[in-house]
């Protein structure tokens, strides 16, 4: 399955208030910030021509036009996985209509395991940088619009957006670490060997998505910020069993600080 950017851009830009500055895209339990935008318009995915319906919990499907403190934002409520059998064109579609109706920037979220030991149930990390375990990259294929054939992924996310969100951290007094996030395939969670070895490796949280965003938007030029809500402890780290409801439970409880802490960037942040 692949989708026509060019018709879901059209088709997605009719439907919208205002041109958007912002993608804001919402992981698993963190769908509640979609309240924080003002006048909204919701277009459900499948009114945008080749989106396939999402199948997971926590991702409702949707996406939210409008303005948060008088800025245009268009937040994208559930994202597409490669575990559910689609293509990673499909997974990144999203970015490139965005891209396509001018966004400029990206702002991703995601729950996340933790790994690194100071990472505790509900805090938040911002990315500074990833490794893709899934085997696969969103970029292998034809090149897609302005895309660059072998992007410079030294510095995958935006070094003056994370200074901005450190500082609106501190305004907020609010805890915000910084580490490293691996995307594996899942969709099942990660053995204690796995674990093991992402540790090794130098992860701090895993997780199933956000790379395959990441990569695609650095490849359109577009700034990339990004933060995983650690919803679990991997590998049963602490003794606790893993389920996808505590996942969208933590979520719940610990989006109020995302949401605030996301506010306050976009608030600050450059056009």
Excluded: C
Aim: avoid cysteine; hydrophobic fraction near 50%.
């Amino acid at each position: 399955m692949t989708v026509d950017i060019a018709a879901a851009a059209v088709a997605l830009e009719e439907a919208l208030p205002d041109r958007p500055e912002v993608l804001l895209v919402l992981g698993s339990g963190l769908s509640g910030m979609a309240e924080l935008v003002e006048a909204a318009v919701e277009i459900p995915f499948g009114a945008v021509p080749g989106y396939p319906v999402t199948l997971v919990a926590g991702h409702p499907g949707r996406y939210v036009a409008g303005r948060i403190d008088g800025r245009p934002v268009l937040i994208q409520a559930g994202r597409f996985h490669s575990y559910e059998g689609h293509d990673m064109d499909v997974v990144a579609a999203p970015i490139r209509v965005a891209a396509a109706l001018g966004v400029g920037t990206v702002i991703l979220t995601n729950a996340a395991g933790g790994i690194a030991r100071e990472l505790e149930l509900g805090s938040i990390m911002m990315i500074d940088d990833h490794m893709n375990l899934q085997w696969r990259s969103a970029l292998a294929g034809p090149l897609v619009g302005d895309e660059q054939r072998f992007p410079d992924m030294s510095e995958p996310y935006d070094r003056r957006l994370q200074a901005l969100s450190m500082q609106v951290a501190r305004d907020l007094r609010m805890p915000l670490s910084r580490g490293t996030y691996a995307a594996v395939a899942g969709p099942s969670f990660e053995t204690p060997a796995e674990v093991r070895m992402l540790k090794f490796f130098g992860a701090d949280a895993v997780g199933m998505s956000t790379v395959p965003e990441a990569t695609v938007a650095r490849a359109l030029g577009m700034r990339v910020l990004a933060f995983s809500m650690i919803s679990n402890r991997a590998a049963r780290r602490g003794g606790e069993g893993l389920s996808h409801a505590e996942v969208l439970e933590t979520g719940g409880k610990a989006s109020v600080a995302l949401e605030a802490l996301i506010r306050g960037v976009m608030e600050r942040m450059e056009p």
